[in-house]
């Protein structure tokens, strides 16, 4: 029996995998020490945990348990990436590379680190969503000090050429910060093969919890360092204080676990319904896949209807939970800026939504998901005047709007 | 964001869905709003000539469901009204039998616009001055 609403704004968030949550429950209550306390047997019983995870953790993006530095999510792990390689670098240089589509948590410690005498360059980006390596290579300096690209975009799922960016890079002899919140655990991101030198993430996109993440840090070629941003009792080899949070630590370990080992079959599966997903919504009029459809996340998609507007049209999909591009669902009445990036105009970005799939999404649901999204699409278009209009062949844009 | 019980009514139920025949002199179109701010409203008047009241009204909207409820609405509220009245009818009024949150008042603003947009369409294709905008 199907359990209403369905959840598929995986991309937001995801539940917790019971078998994590498992793991994490005796370190609310049993192992509850500070995982800091070296004289008794509270704080080595925790510690342990944290050990455990550290190495869970570093396997999953095939690193080395030394160059973990846990945060309280990718948010803080960009701040302290990009910040700290500022502060720590800055006598080589303070140009700093990134995207116009980069989450909120790079752009906007960029913007600060501007004020700070950081000079940044946003590169924008092709209408499939992917950088140009060109551009990447025109705009390095000799005062490049750090590129920060994420792997994968959090509302359209495209992947960037993370390795051939990273060999740019540091060519020029700069670092390669990677924001890999959405990809880790979905797609291969291995800092080996890929050459990346710092790396962001969390465990609330991968059926972990929510307020734990990670910051990769290289130790060996280069060896990279970065100031501390949280001051206090050095924990974390001194680049982030603060006590550690054990069960969010230990539930983090046991998610990177479960993703390491079950992410080809869940790639496989998931990326089968994503598309089954895409083709039956395609193939109504007027609706556009928006990025690249081939370099993506394999459990979402993001599609523009046009002549319907998103948030009427989340109304209308009442029993799944999707996020829109509509600028009607965000604070800033902006619509979407990744999607106005790709060069879309503001009524296709208005016109948006993303579907994420998860884990424990069923056939049964994508199904539902299908025919409520196609009903309410329909139903919106025979209430909207700019479908009749493009029915009568009238181009929009010969009328005269009243903007308000 | 949750919608009120109204919002939801006239969003699932939407009255007076169409379009009226915008080449008659007795009909009054008025289109307000603009796709990149993501609303459009087109809310159309027939207007009986001799008692001025106003016979019929359809809508169609490219909105949220707030501004979709608010000319559905509106389009309830015109039936059987005179020209006169219909042109009593207040955004706060909207506002008030909808219970709009403060965000979603432009919704109600519009609709307004659009009820004085279609009654200025219809006085000027009847050689009448038109009202002051909003």
């Given at each position: 029996m199907l359990k209403l609403p369905i959840y598929l704004d995986n991309n937001a968030t995801t539940p917790v995998d019971p078998r994590v949550l498992q793991e994490m429950l005796p370190f609310f209550t049993e192992v509850f020490g500070n995982a800091a306390s070296r004289n008794h047997p509270f704080g080595w019983k925790a510690e342990e945990g944290v050990d455990y995870a550290r190495e869970q953790v570093a396997m999953v993006i095939g690193a080395s348990e030394k160059e973990i530095i846990f945060t309280s999510g990718a948010t803080e792990s960009n701040n302290l990436a990009i910040k700290g390689v500022f502060e720590m670098y800055s006598e080589k240089g303070n140009h700093i590379i990134t995207l116009t589509t980069e989450h909120k948590a790079v752009l906007d410690t960029c913007k600060h680190l501007e004020k700070h005498g950081a000079e940044v360059t946003y590169l924008e980006v092709g209408s499939d969503g992917l950088l140009n390596l060109e551009d990447l290579e025109a705009a390095m300096k000799p005062t490049t000090i750090l590129v920060s690209v994420m792997f994968a975009n959090n509302e359209i799922g495209v992947i960037q050429p993370i390795k051939e960016i990273a060999a740019i890079a540091h060519k020029h002899g700069a670092l390669l910060h990677t924001d890999a919140t959405q990809a880790v655990g979905k797609v291969n991101t291995d800092v080996n093969e890929f050459g990346i030198d710092l790396l962001s993430f969390t465990a609330h996109k991968m059926y972990g919890p929510k307020g734990i993440g990670a910051l990769y840090v290289r130790r060996k070629n280069p060896r990279v360092k970065v100031t501390a941003q949280m001051d206090g009792g050095g924990h974390e080899r001194g680049m982030r204080s603060g006590t550690l949070n054990v069960p969010g630590i230990v539930g983090f370990g046991k998610a990177c676990e479960l993703a390491r080992l079950e992410m080809d079959q869940d790639a496989a599966r998931l990326s089968k319904m994503r598309d089954r997903l895409d083709n039956s919504l395609l193939e109504l009029e007027e609706s556009y896949l928006n990025g690249n459809k081939e370099n993506r996340l394999p459990h979402c998609t993001n599609i523009s209807f046009k002549y319907v507007e998103g948030e009427g049209l989340m109304m209308g999909v009442k029993d799944i939970a999707v996020s829109s591009g509509s600028a009607c669902t965000s604070a800033s009445l902006e619509p979407s800026y990744v999607l106005k990036a790709l060069g879309l105009d503001d009524e296709l970005a208005?016109?948006?939504?993303?579907?994420?799939?998860?884990?424990?999404?069923?056939?049964?649901?994508?199904?539902f998901a299908i025919n409520q999204t196609k009903e309410a699409v329909t139903k919106l278009r025979e209430m909207s005047p700019l479908w009749e209009m493009f029915k009568e062949g009238i181009d929009l844009k010969t009328i005269e709007w009243a903007e308000h | 964001?949750?919608?009120?019980e109204k919002v939801i009514d006239h969003y699932s139920n939407p009255r007076n869905i169409g379009t009226l025949d915008k080449s008659k002199n007795n009909v009054g179109t008025g289109l307000v709003g603009a796709p990149e701010c993501g609303d459009v409203m087109r809310l159309q008047i027939e207007v009986d000539d001799a008692t001025g009241t106003i016979t019929d009204a359809k809508f169609k909207t490219f909105g949220c469901g707030s501004?979709?409820?608010?000319?559905?609405?509106?389009?309830?509220?015109?039936?059987?009204?005179?020209?006169?009245?219909?042109l009593k009818i207040d955004n706060m009024d909207i506002v008030e039998e909808l219970a709009l949150p403060p965000v979603k008042i432009h919704c109600s603003v519009l609709a307004e616009d659009a009820i004085k947009a279609a009654i200025n369409d219809y006085r000027t294709k009847n050689n009448l001055e038109p009202i002051a905008a909003h």
């Open positions: 208005h016109s948006s939504l993303r579907f994420g799939l998860s884990r424990f999404t069923t056939e049964e649901e994508i199904d | 964001m949750a919608y009120s501004a979709i409820a608010s000319s559905s609405l509106a389009t309830e509220w015109l039936k059987g009204k005179s020209i006169d009245d219909a």
